[in-house]
Structures are given as C-alpha cells and as structure tokens.
C-alpha cells in the first residue's frame, strides 16, 4: 500500500459553519461544492468532513442516527456524490469522520437495545445493574457533565454514556455491532472516500472490570483509566484494518484523548497494521487548570517545544504524526498560541503556520485558519451552542465554582464554539456565509477577515498557507527530514531542524512581540535567502548571532 497521505495536506470542513446555499442558516454539502474551486487554489489535497451523517443534532452531528444516510440539514446522497465527484475533478480527497464510540440514542440500534434485556440489539449496547445501594455502576464522570450512566425504568439498568446522555456508548465486545460497522465503513469506502479521521477512537475497549475512578474536583470519579487505550482496542483496530481498511487504499487518523508516543507507536507502527495517525492532545491541553479548559493557566513556551520535540523524535521512523494547532474542538489557532491583536494576526498567523507545516508529519488546516480567524467574545451565554460549554457553565456556576466572569473569560479562551462561528467568505451580511438567519452568530470582525479580502492581497495569510503547500510538493526534506530541536531551553524562540540525505532545513520561530537576540550553533551557517519567511528583515547579525523581529519566521534550506 502506498504512503500517499504523507505527503497531502488535509482541509477540515465543520459543513454546519461553513457554507450554506438555501439561507436556512446552516452549512451544507451543495456549500462545499460551490468552494471546491477555492480550496483547489488553496492547494489542499484532502479534505476532512465532519460528521454529515443523520443526527439529531444534540452534539452537532457527533450523535448519529443513520450511519447510512445524509442529515436533512445538509443535503442529499445526490449532493454527497456531486461533491465527490467534483472534488475528484480537482484530485482532491474527501476523509469522513467515523464515529463508533456512541450513536444517538434516536438510532435504531438504541430503540431496540432500551426496548427489552431479551432484544438481539440489547448488547449492542453496555448496560449495567446499579449498585446494590442503587448507585450508578461506577462513579465516573461525563465529559458533558454529570454521570456517565443514565438510568432506564422499563429494564432497570443504566446505560453508559461517556459524553451526552444522548449518545450511548456501543459494545465493541459485541461481534455482530463490529460486523455492522465494518460493513458501514465499506458503503463509504465503496462511494469513493478516501479514508476516517475516527472520533475518540480509543474510547472502544473499557475495562471488564468498571472500577470507581480517582475523585476529581467536580464531584465524579476519572474514568480515563478504565476507558482509554483499554485492554482489546489493538485487538479491535486490527481487525478493522483486515476487515475494511486494508482493502482501499486509505487516509486514517485516530482522534486520541489521553494517548501518550509510546501508546501511539503501537496505534500507527508500520508493521502494526492498525491506524496512519493520532491526534494527541498534549500541546492543546497546555495551561488546564483543576477544571480543566474552564480554569486556564499560564503555559510556558519550552513546555509546547518538550511536546512537540518528544513526538516527533518518537515517531520517527516508527510512526507518523498529524500536524494541527486548531480543529472544530479547539479554540481558534491565532487567539490560542499567536497573537490576535491587528497589528500582529496575520503576522503571528503566518509564524504559527511556518512552525507546523515544517515538522515532521501531515498538516491539517482547520477552515477559517488560511484566513487567519480568530475567537469570538459573544456577550451572553445565550449566544453559545457548544452542548460542553453550555453543561459545564450551568455545572460550574451552579456549584459556585467560578463565577460568571470567570467562566466568561475561559468561555472566550478556550471554549469550542470558538471554532464553529461561520467562515468569513466577504464582507456582506453574515461575512457571506447565509442570507438567512445563522445557526450560531458571525463573529463581527468578518469585516475585516474574509476570503474576498485575503484574495486581493499578494502578501495575504492564504497566499502564505499556499505557498506552504507548495513548498512540501517541491522539497522532499519537508516530508522526509528527520528532526532537531535547537535552543530547547529558549522561552521566545520555537527553532529547530530537518536532516535529510546533503540538506539541511533550518526553521526560526519567534512567539513573542519582543525583538530578540540569538545564538545558533556553529555548526549552522545560514544562507542570505530564506526559503520562506513572513518578514523580510534580515536576520544575520555577525557570525553566529541573529536577530528575530516579533512573530518573525524564517525557513532556510542548506546544501551540505
């Protein structure tokens, strides 16, 4: 099989936020259609969709109804293949999400499973007696707040829910659930997608066991332990990939809460026959408080650089890494890790794009980020549709764990609605995105950040991202090259190197608005032209000693 996806560059569409033909307010498939021809001048090779799927939309697609059918909101199987097919004209990918953790309790499986302990779809499901005190099963806690196990009267048994209570966990231990969802993965296989970014992936195999967690300050017990990584999930993607996988030719990333490099060498080792990547959470988890994203801390620059720096020395030549600063989950890139001030978006934008797209590994461009999107700050609550954000504020405020303020405040840093407020396409109405009303409110500022505008400007964040594409076509070093870090211990400068056959790539990196001075090793002697950088002021000083302005990037490309 060959290794095509390392050298694509993947585009996530959130289709919801993204854009909408019928001015009912929401995204859909005929939308991304429509911006295929955008995407092709971006230069993209993939594109990877969120869930389209049937859903009733308690978690925005991620709670599935219909494995088999389109969401109404979005369209038709008609628009899907259209879509394939035109992106197919542009050589261009499309990667499904595949969510076989849980489904709706609306899905057909669920109805049947609640409906009696005899039914053959009871198992598809994990149901539990309570405790002989009449407690839940265990003490964990949901991601969504409250317990994992919801309680059902006609059967009297909990059921567990590891997110909403709305999205039942399914039974891998259950051969028949497997079966069915192999044979689902080969109907969009056989359509013509190109592969599965798999939510929570590693959610699948709980321990038989189902022990009491550790208390957490939220009042529940951490299930992580008993859910992540558990005792059969290699098992389980090894035989998906006999089943389904290893029959196409295919694009696979495993989104993977909790798993550390030593976990993922096992997940995407190229003699393991399970997944291509992860999405690990270490470097987006960076400054959690005890309430995790809701009480955000400081975070030091050498703890992102011993990150990133730990996984791409242990991939290297083992695995494969993915490559992202934002996604649907995760606050926008620039308000996150740049800065969002006018005088230094586009510029931070740039220096933040230079670092990923460097490393070792597939990047992935979460839709808005080639514009250089930032977070929002909505006014009220009642703006917010994010079902995490909406439970944990109604949790926090009501056990007087923040006040509003604060949870404001880490609503603005790190909520996920962040990411979902609709692209920015021009500066009409609604930044172009609908002529009806919008699911959830434009950030203001599409005024000043759309397509229309980054279009005109030579100099503009899209012409960087493209040019960033282009590079990893032209040099194999980008794709290939093995990794160094340089000054680790630096809290301003993000630097290091690619080595690969008589070259060197050297990336400079400033994550500060402050000028600053530097050292190299001697053993580096910079040449005067930088393959790309995001600002022409020199950087040689004297032998050895540089200059980096603020957010400035540099890449230089070396003959040895």
Request: glycine share 6%; proline share 5%.
């Amino acid at each position: 099989m060959t290794q095509w996806w390392k050298d694509a560059v993947v585009y996530q569409i959130y289709p919801r936020s993204f854009n909408d033909t019928t001015g009912n307010g929401i995204g859909d498939i005929k939308g991304i259609t429509e911006k295929l021809p955008y995407l092709n001048r971006l230069g993209i090779d993939v594109i990877w969709l969120s869930p389209v799927y049937q859903s009733p939309n308690d978690d925005n697609g991620y709670d599935i109804s219909d494995y088999h059918a389109i969401m109404d909101d979005f369209g038709t199987m008609d628009d899907f293949h259209e879509m394939l097919n035109v992106a197919d004209q542009f050589n261009i990918k499309i990667m499904m999400d595949l969510v076989v953790n849980h489904t709706s309790d609306e899905h057909k499986w669920f109805i049947e499973s609640k409906s009696s302990k005899n039914n053959p779809y009871r198992d598809y499901y994990i149901w539990k007696d309570p405790k002989p005190n009449g407690e839940p099963p265990t003490n964990w806690g949901a991601h969504f707040g409250g317990s994992t196990w919801e309680y059902d009267e006609q059967t009297e048994q909990y059921y567990l829910h590891l997110f909403s209570k709305k999205q039942p966990d399914l039974n891998w231990e259950n051969e028949s659930l497997r079966r069915d969802i192999y044979d689902m993965m080969l109907f969009w296989l056989d359509k013509g997608v190109a592969g599965f970014r798999m939510d929570v992936i590693n959610m699948i195999s709980k321990d038989p066991e189902y022990p009491d967690g550790e208390l957490q300050a939220t009042g529940f017990g951490d299930g992580a332990p008993f859910y992540l990584n558990g005792p059969k999930v290699h098992d389980y993607l090894q035989e998906m990939n006999r089943e389904v996988l290893s029959k196409h030719e295919t694009i696979t990333v495993g989104e993977m809460p909790g798993a550390n490099v030593e976990q993922a060498k096992l997940y995407t080792g190229k003699d393991r026959d399970e997944l291509d990547m992860v999405f690990h959470f270490e470097h987006v988890g960076l400054g959690e408080g005890e309430l995790g994203k809701f009480s955000p801390e400081e975070w030091r620059l050498t703890e992102l650089k011993e990150i990133f720096s730990s996984w791409q020395k242990g991939l290297d030549q083992v695995g494969w890494n993915s490559l992202y600063w934002s996604n649907h989950d995760q606050p926008r890139a620039i308000s996150r890790f740049g800065d969002e001030r006018e005088r230094y978006r586009v510029k931070s934008g740039k220096m933040l794009a230079t670092c990923l797209h460097m490393l070792k590994g597939t990047p992935y461009i979460f839709q808005g980020e080639e514009l250089g999107m930032t977070n929002v700050r909505f006014d009220s609550i009642q703006d917010y549709r994010d079902l995490e954000t909406l439970n944990a504020y109604d949790d926090l405020l009501s056990r007087k764990l923040l006040t509003e303020n604060e949870m404001m405040e880490a609503i603005y840093q790190r909520g996920r609605d962040n990411a979902r407020t609709p692209m920015h396409w021009s500066n009409d109405k609604n930044g172009g995105f609908t002529e009806g009303t919008p699911w959830i409110p434009v950030n203001p500022n599409y005024t000043t950040i759309n397509a229309d505008l980054v279009l005109d400007q030579p100099d503009s964040i899209f012409y960087y991202y493209q040019k960033l594409i282009q590079l990893r076509k032209e040099h194999e070093i980008i794709v290939e090259g093995t990794y160094e870090d340089l000054l680790k211990d630096h809290e301003s400068l993000f630097c290091y190197k690619r080595v690969y056959k008589e070259q060197e790539l050297v990336v400079l990196c400033n994550f500060t608005d402050n000028r600053v001075e530097f050292e190299l090793p001697e053993s580096i002697e910079l040449t005067e032209e930088p393959l790309i950088t995001n600002d022409s002021t020199p950087i040689i000083q004297s032998d050895q000693t540089y200059q980096l302005e603020p957010y400035q990037a540099s890449v230089y490309l070396i003959q040895k």
